[in-house]
Nanobody
Framework: QVQLVESGGGLVQPGGSLRLSCAASRSMDIMGWYRQAPGKQRELVAEAPRGGRTNYADAVKGRFTISRDNAKNTVYLQMNSLKSEDTAVYYC???????????WGQGTQVTVSS
């Protein structure tokens, strides 16, 4: 079993920034972030494969940056120029290459509001 512990959510004004962190209990090949807004399906925000190219949802390209510290088994999501439509619960995700099992964090609320 893999545990993912998230931190960094909160309330921010439009145009502001937040940084999310997610620490895994072991090394994982792919780490990323998903989000789920009320009444909507969970969607990919960004993911960072070990040694591979990062991938972003179109809605966050140019505003969000994903990075990982493999020595700490940690993935970060730097969110800039936040918009009200970014409001959602953000979930950390991790999996191994060629595996079908996804591991999820507990979720952290991000609210963008004035």
């Amino acid at each position: 079993q893999v545990q993912l512990v998230e931190s960094g959510g909160g309330l921010v004004q439009p145009g502001g920034s937040l940084r999310l962190s997610c620490a895994a209990s072991r090394s994982m090949d792919i780490m990323g972030w998903y989000r789920q807004a009320p009444g909507k399906q969970r969607e990919l925000v960004a993911e960072a494969p070990r040694g591979g190219r990062t991938n972003y949802a179109d809605a966050v390209k140019g505003r969000f940056t994903i990075s990982r510290d493999n020595a700490k088994n940690t993935v970060y999501l730097q969110m800039n120029s936040l918009k009200s439509e970014d409001t959602a619960v953000y979930y950390c995700n991790a999996r191994l290459f060629f595996a079908t099992k996804y591991y999820w964090g507990q979720g952290t609320q991000v609210t963008v509001s004035s």
